[in-house]
């Protein structure tokens, strides 16, 4: 898998994931998340949208993405077009050229190389007595 690895891949999937995470969290049914109070107040045929309790809410249910473009075709076109794997292209090579890693704790460290060692006991790769 290593060597077939797409960065880009990895980015998108993570986006897909964030999606889906948000989904399965669901949607919040309250009283204050429906507006019960203010469709009352405003009634039928009334303007919701400058209203104090929209502009308090309206960005909970929205959903963040740095890879789907809503914009119009317009608006796509006049930015350079870029699809989404052009985007997660972009993202990968950021996220690798400026990333940096907490260093893991010594614990955390030694931990890993244990299971590393393990495994390569069991795959025949280390002698039983080696460490």
């Known amino acids: ?3 077939t690895f797409d960065f880009a891949q990895l980015v998108m999937d993570n986006e897909i994931y964030k999606m889906i995470k948000r989904i399965i969290k669901g949607i919040a049914v309250t009283d204050e998340q429906m ?8 009634g039928p045929g009334g303007e919701f949208i400058s209203h104090e309790h929209t502009y308090k809410h309206f960005k909970t249910e929205q959903s963040h993405t740095k890879l789907i473009d809503r914009k119009g075709r317009d608006a796509w076109l ?27 704790t010594e614990s955390a460290a030694s931990a890993i190389r244990k299971i590393i060692k393990e495994a390569e006991r069991e795959y025949g790769v280390l ?5």
Do not use: C, F, S, W
């Open 78 to 104: 006049a930015d350079g077009a870029k699809n989404m794997t052009d985007r997660a292209y972009e993202e990968a090579q950021y996220i690798l050229n400026n990333h940096k890693p907490e260093p893991l």
């Open 1 to 3: 898998m290593g060597v």
């Open 127 to 131: 002698e039983k007595g080696e460490l």
């Open 35 to 42: 507006a019960i109070d203010v469709i009352k107040q405003v």
